[in-house]
């Protein structure tokens, strides 16, 4: 889909749909959604009594033109109460507006500019917003269904923003310039995680580093079996040598022009497939889990990004892979593995896996110098039972550090909840043979994972991200589909940008 600017009349646009909006309760449209309704001959206020129409977030109203606008149909969007409009709700009406369009079979859609009129926002955050809205909203997994030979589907090709101020259209093409590549990563990612896990393996994530720094200037490299055994990764050796696919842990990096204002180290769990190994998962909790490389798919998907948006930070992406699977070769309950900083780790359980392949990673991370270090990863079901599917839980040892990723979520739309660390819950870990076991039972069983992973992720400020409930999603909501939803790749993409703000 072609997502353009122009600087025009709206009234004067040709096009299937046109797409204005309306706060919750006005019943008179004023701004360009008035000028529209003038234009119709006052439809758009009449349909607002007879249907009556309240402009809820997210609610549409279809309007036939018949003639009297070059457009084919108007599409009135609800942007929900006014006091509680920001660029959150317009990536939602965005959203909604290209759905509806789709629906409608529309090839044209246009669109005002939501936020930058009478709600007074900053036009360049609105057109980002209405970009990442709009693309996000667009976004279908489909590339494995036939299409039906009797009903050739119509196809959305140009999304446009008509803007009446000549003076705002270059602010408003960098806004959408900014969402399309945000937007387009966090589809990048959506596929990723969506794609069946025959396709999806530990070398498939690495050919995909390796094309993503051919395409955006990144520097890669990529350990086979024997060099992370070479390495001391031990526990990403031995969860993944029960699969025929061999594991691999991936290392980008991303260096700005100059001296980068701080290093920060995203880690990001690729567990390609997840059996739960000789810890065998039930049948109904084995779906789904070509998901549980989420976290990887989110760093290459902030890799993919900022090698466009170009901070003024310099990143490093760290992917450990694998599948973690049943044979001969698995790891086994009872086994003792040693992570790459020397500690031992009893096996309680081969279904908490990803915080060991996550061990070697951090330990790694450790090793270097990073002003902060935050891992990714679909790591319990517990954060779902605690979280739901609505709230990514955040654990750490910097506060402030924590504190930026929430509030780099609440921008993005993507909910953050802080979880405790707690000496109470760490004890549960004790093992009686070695230094940590990786799983004390489903009592607070994400702080559990989370304080696990502490004893691996060194001095540096580090924060953990638990995505197990908001990466995948089994109804789809606002912009994001039903499956992978690319969480929380914007939100790192932001907290990225705003540590190269400072």
Not at 204 to 233: F, H, K, P, S
Not at 357 to 382: N, R
Not at 420 to 439: C, G, Q, T
């Amino acid at each position: 889909m072609e997502l353009i600017v122009q600087q025009g009349d709206l009234t004067q646009a040709a096009c299937d749909v046109l797409v204005v909006n309306l706060f919750e309760g006005v019943t008179h449209p004023g701004g360009a959604t008035g000028a529209v309704d003038r234009a119709l001959g006052g439809w758009i206020t009449d349909l607002i009594a007879q249907e009556q129409f309240k402009g809820k977030l997210n609610a549409t109203l279809d309007v036939p033109t018949f003639g009297k606008l070059p457009a084919k149909r108007v599409v009135v969007v609800g942007l929900g109460k006014a006091e509680a409009f920001g660029e959150e709700q317009i990536r939602q009406a965005a959203a909604t507006a290209v759905k509806r369009a789709k629906a409608l079979q529309a090839e044209t859609m246009v669109t005002l500019l939501h936020g930058a009129g009478i709600a007074g926002l900053p036009p360049a955050a609105c057109a980002q917003a209405v970009a990442e809205g709009t693309v996000l909203g667009a976004y279908e997994f489909d590339k494995y269904k036939s299409a039906p030979k009797d009903e050739p589907k119509r196809v959305l090709g140009t999304a446009m923003i008509v803007e009446h101020s000549a003076e705002k259209i270059a602010v408003i093409e960098e806004g959408v310039t900014r969402g399309r590549i945000v937007a387009d990563a966090a589809n990048m990612v959506r596929d990723l995680a969506n794609e069946p896990p025959d396709v999806v393996t530990p070398d498939y994530l690495a050919r995909t580093a390796r094309q993503l720094a051919e395409d955006g200037g990144l520097q890669c490299d990529v350990w086979d079996e024997g060099r992370i055994v070479e390495e001391r990764m031990n526990c990403l050796a031995m969860v993944g040598r029960g699969s025929a696919h061999p594991p691999r842990f991936i290392h980008l990096d991303y260096m700005p022009a100059g001296t980068p204002a701080r290093r920060i180290c995203l880690v990001g769990k690729g567990i390609s497939y997840d059996s739960g190994g000789l810890s065998l998962k039930p049948a109904e909790h084995m779906r789904h889990m070509k998901t549980d490389m989420s976290g990887a798919a989110a760093v290459l998907g902030v890799m993919q990004a900022i090698a466009q948006l170009k901070p003024h930070v310099a990143v490093t992406g760290l992917i450990p892979t694998c599948e973690n699977m049943v044979g001969g070769a698995a790891y086994k309950v009872d086994d003792i593995l040693r992570a790459r900083n020397g500690k031992t780790i009893e096996v309680d359980n081969t279904d908490a896996e990803g915080r060991l392949i996550l061990a070697d990673a951090l330990s790694y991370a450790a090793e270097q110098q990073y002003d902060a270090v935050i891992d990714i990863a679909t790591l319990t079901g517990g954060c779902v039972i605690a979280l739901a599917r609505v709230w990514t839980g955040v654990m750490g040892t910097d506060q402030e550090l924590i504190d930026a990723i929430i509030a780099a979520g609440a921008q993005t739309g993507e909910k953050m909840w802080m979880l405790p660390f707690d000496d109470e819950v760490r004890s549960m870990l004790d093992s009686d043979i070695a230094d940590i076991k990786n799983s004390g039972g489903r009592e607070g069983s994400s702080i559990q994972g989370g304080m696990f992973l502490k004893e691996f992720a060194g001095e540096q400020p580090w924060a953990h991200l638990d995505i197990a409930g908001t990466s995948y999603l089994d109804k789809a909501r606002a912009y994001e589909p039903k499956g992978a939803t690319g969480v929380p790749m914007r939100t790192l993409v932001a907290y990225l940008l705003q540590q190269a703000a400072q």
